[in-house]
């Protein structure tokens, strides 16, 4: 049985620093419509618990509750009579509680296509009715998402860069839900040191200490702005052994990891009034101790590569190795939308072991990174 890993849907030329992880209209139909075609039947997560070997059965899955999900996925998903399941983070959840328009709206004739919002997160509301639809099963992605410094070797000094608008989400936890359609920038003080960071349930959180933050801050300030920012970086090391960060305790690791697991899980279930058995990590980040109190909340399946999860004991819960389904092609240097209508389509085909559509993908790539350099 093939698992899929989708993301976004229809937001692929919107304003947002991630768009390159959403999925086109477009492509996402024709998708739907090969499967249909071609008889595969989409099934939720405890359908792959039980029978994960059948070649015709698909499990879709959305990571991280976007908006988009409600606007385009699950009016197109209903339309092609398929299931999806969507991972969401409790604390991404927004208030309110008005169901927003989506394209079923626009197939009604209520409101222009031009006239949807798809940026943004999902509320309770919508996840509700897609819950009670039968369409769309919702599962836990972690409370958090979050990011956290792992060491104390800096790497980069922030100066506003959209790659580290989590830091934002650390500073004001409040503003998650909202992070996409408000910029977040000034939450995080310009010349803040930026060390080797990774996701929150593979870490052990190393929290530098405040005096050092400023330190580094006011030295940014000082410059105009106008910073080497390799030369910047090797005076702040000179600076470092002054004010020692530290790293968390193995009681605050382990409660910190515990309130991602569980109290994600109980939420979930509460808000929906279902079972949550199934974790997906959150950018594919956990180790041994995360997949242990996974095991202890009552997961019965977590979502991991096979070469992850090859150094862990993960007896006790099943993995779901699943593929990723984009309308991009990533290059070193950018991400390149394919507008080949029928992309997704051949990029099933790739994952479901088609030599041919192997051999497309591959050498499409190339032709891209040869562009890439000529350009």
Avoid at 12 to 41: G, Q
Avoid at 143 to 164: A, E, R, V
């Amino acid at each position: 049985m093939k698992t899929l890993m989708l993301h976004s849907i229809g937001c692929e030329k919107e304003n947002w620093y991630r768009k390159w992880l959403s999925i086109s209209i477009i492509h996402f139909e024709n998708f739907c419509k090969y499967l249909v075609d071609n008889n595969y039947e989409t099934v939720f997560l405890d359908s792959w618990e039980k029978d994960s070997n059948s070649k015709k059965k698909i499990v879709l899955t959305f990571d991280d509750g976007y908006l988009d999900n409600w606007v385009y996925a699950f009016p197109i998903l209903k339309k092609y009579g398929l299931k999806g399941t969507i991972f969401v983070n409790p604390e991404f959840i927004p208030d309110g509680t008005d169901i927003r328009p989506n394209l079923e709206d626009v197939w009604n004739g209520k409101i222009k296509r031009s006239k949807l919002q798809p940026l943004g997160f999902l509320n309770w509301a919508e996840l509700n009715t897609m819950q009670k639809s039968g369409v769309i099963d919702i599962q836990s992605h972690s409370m958090s998402h979050n990011f956290y410094f792992y060491s104390n070797k800096i790497i980069d000094i922030y100066t506003g860069q959209p790659k580290y608008n989590w830091l934002s989400w650390l500073s004001q936890p409040n503003r998650k839900p909202y992070y996409i359609n408000e910029n977040q920038s000034k939450f995080t003080k310009y010349g803040t040191p930026i060390f080797e960071y990774d996701r929150a349930l593979k870490v052990r959180k190393y929290i530098p200490n405040e005096k050092f933050i400023e330190h580094s801050i006011n030295e940014y300030s000082n410059t105009g702005g106008t910073i080497n920012k390799k030369e910047f970086i090797k005076k702040l090391d000179q600076n470092l052994n002054q004010f020692p960060g530290q790293f968390e305790s193995d009681k605050d690791l382990r409660d910190r990891y515990t309130y991602d697991l569980v109290e994600s899980k109980r939420i979930i279930q509460e808000k929906l009034n279902k079972p949550v058995n199934f974790i997906c990590w959150p950018g594919g980040g956990f180790n041994q101790l995360s997949v242990d109190i996974a095991i202890e909340a009552g997961y019965k399946a977590m979502t991991g590569s096979e070469s992850k999860v090859k150094s862990l004991n993960i007896e006790g819960i099943q993995n779901i190795s699943r593929n990723a389904l984009t309308s991009f092609i990533q290059t070193q240097k950018r991400d390149h939308y394919i507008k080949n209508p029928q992309f997704l389509v051949n990029l099933f085909k790739y994952h479901d072991g088609n030599s041919f559509s192997k051999y497309k993908y591959k050498m499409r790539k190339l032709i891209l990174i040869i562009i890439d350099k000529i350009l």
